[in-house]
């Protein structure tokens, strides 16, 4: 399994990114898709997720109404559009794949990528 992560870099405070991901070795299809964070000094939190084939779609509250993910299913991405852009948004951001989430809501995924950095400044 592989996943190659693409899109970070340095944004002001209020600006947008796209991150993107190529995820290659499974069935695309049939796994939950999508993305983790970790900003410095903190634990690894899921942010958004793509369940196939059902087309569900979760967010985290932190990123909700500011982050939107799509799939293109035909070249195996996913993607995490990042608008309004906080502070707090700064960390390594990791696309995953096969991803559960626990009754008391922590997400875990057994497939992940190297990361992308994204450092937003005030």
């Known amino acids: 399994v592989q996943l190659v992560e693409s899109g970070g870099g340095l944004v002001q405070a209020g600006g947008s990114l796209r991150l993107s991901c190529s995820v290659s070795?499974?069935?695309?299809?049939?796994?939950?898709i999508g993305w983790f964070r970790q900003a410095p000094g903190k634990e690894r939190e899921g942010i958004s997720s793509f369940s196939n084939p059902e087309g569900t779609i979760s967010y985290a509250d932190s990123v909700k109404g500011r982050f939107t993910i799509s799939s293109d299913r035909a070249k195996n991405m996913v993607h995490l559009q990042m608008n309004r852009l906080k502070p707090e948004d700064t960390g390594v951001y990791y696309c995953a794949v096969d991803i559960w989430v626990t009754h008391s809501g922590k997400w875990y995924a057994n497939y992940w990528g190297q990361g992308t950095q994204v450092t937003v400044s005030s």
């Open positions: 070795g499974v069935a695309f299809g049939d796994y939950v």
